[in-house]
Nanobody, 127 residues
Framework: VQLQASGGGLVQAGGSPRLSCAAS?????????????MGWYRQAPGKQRELVAGISSGGNTNYADSVRDRFTISRDNAKNTVYLQMNNLKLEDTAVYYCNTDRLLNDNGEWEVYGYWGQGTQVTVSS
């Protein structure tokens, strides 16, 4: 699985950029993108990487408390793409944002666990 993140850059505080993550690879010949749990993580300078938001194969979402009500994760299974709409950006949202998939739902209804990361996209929030 290859994950290509885009949409980062320099944004003013209060801005609303949208990150995209396009998934590709031969793995999708076994199970479609819709079966994959997708997530966005971020890593700020000097800090550990943290989960920002996740979306399951069924469309259920979860968020870090720090971004809840400001960020929205969504997916377009026809385009093999997951998005992160970020609203009302704050200075503390400055980080490299990574796309991730760590499990898929197989035909037995079981999660197959693994891990793939995209290359990351820098989001810098200015005052």
């Amino acid at each position: 699985v290859q994950l290509q993140a885009s949409g980062g850059g320099l944004v003013q505080a209060g801005g609303s950029p949208r990150l995209s993550c396009a998934a590709s690879g031969s793995a999708f010949s076994r199970y479609p993108f819709s079966r994959y749990h997708m997530g966005w993580y971020r890593q700020a300078p000097g800090k550990q990487r943290e989960l920002v938001a996740g979306i399951s194969s069924g469309g259920n979402t979860n968020y870090a408390d720090s971004v809840r009500d400001r960020f929205t994760i969504s997916r377009d299974n026809a385009k093999n793409t997951v998005y992160l709409q970020m609203n009302n950006l704050k200075l503390e949202d400055t980080a490299v944002y990574y796309c991730n998939t760590d499990r898929l739902l197989n035909d037995n209804g079981e999660w197959e666990v693994y891990g793939y990361w995209g290359q990351g996209t820098q989001v810098t929030v200015s005052s």
